[in-house]
């Protein structure tokens, strides 16, 4: 059996592996309700964009950096840390073995919001948000290959699941969706260093977390 790591796996092969089909869809609308953010949100988004910003003008910021400086402190504004939210870390999933194709993948996703108080079909705590995130020099599109292989897992338990990819100044939000074929849309890119799209991804990230 041929043993693949997630974090090597290209777009055509996950399509390939899995049958996923890529969408489109211009409007964040069309799956959540977003709502005004307030004075407080907006000075507290400010100051994590000025922060970020420091260490993105002095060069390359790392994962690790983006995952402190930008992804948790907008996962805290946003609701993520208070229940029934709960955030699991760098935790390995569990072995997908491909049908007729004598593989197996193995890999390991960066952040997933669950909810405790929410669960699937099989009894497992339904997942809300799953995060991929990259260094500040690297696309965040090679985070997409990930997102699918971890989330058509989870498609057994629950019809749908949001996905984010993020080098801590683009966010790609995806939302993958159960079918024959499964299909993933691809939304709107967002950014944090631009005003007013910075404050329609922390209305994004409200709004999923309070699905």
């Not at 197996?104 to 909810?115: E, P, Q, T, V, Y």
């Not at 809300?128 to 290959?145: A, C, H, Y």
Request: glycine residues 4%; aromatic residues 10%.
């Amino acid at each position: 059996m041929t043993i693949l790591n997630a974090r090597n796996l290209s777009l055509e092969e996950v399509q390939r592996l899995f049958g996923f089909q890529e969408e489109y869809s211009d409007s964040f609308s069309n799956y959540l309700s977003l709502e005004s953010l307030t004075e407080v949100e907006q000075q507290e988004l400010l100051q994590i964009r000025n922060d970020f910003r420091r260490y993105l003008i002095a060069g390359k910021v790392s994962e690790g950096q983006v995952k402190f400086l930008a992804v948790a402190p907008l996962l805290r504004l946003a609701g993520f840390y208070r229940y029934p939210i709960e955030i699991v870390l760098e935790e390995n999933i569990a072995d997908i073995e491909v049908e007729d194709e004598d593989i197996r993948i193995k890999g390991r996703f960066d952040i997933l919001a669950i909810s405790k108080a929410k669960h699937t079909k099989l009894q497992k705590y339904f997942w809300v948000l799953l995060i991929e995130s990259k260094n500040s020099q690297i696309d965040i599109s090679t985070g997409l290959p990930q997102l699918l292989t971890y989330s058509y897992k989870n498609l057994d338990n629950q019809k749908s699941v949001w996905g984010l990819t993020t080098n801590g100044r683009s966010y790609q939000f995806v939302y993958i969706e159960q079918g024959n074929p499964p299909i993933y849309y691809l939304l709107p890119e967002l950014n944090l260093m631009e005003r007013e799209r910075s404050s329609q991804l922390l209305q994004v990230l409200k709004a999923i977390c309070q699905l």
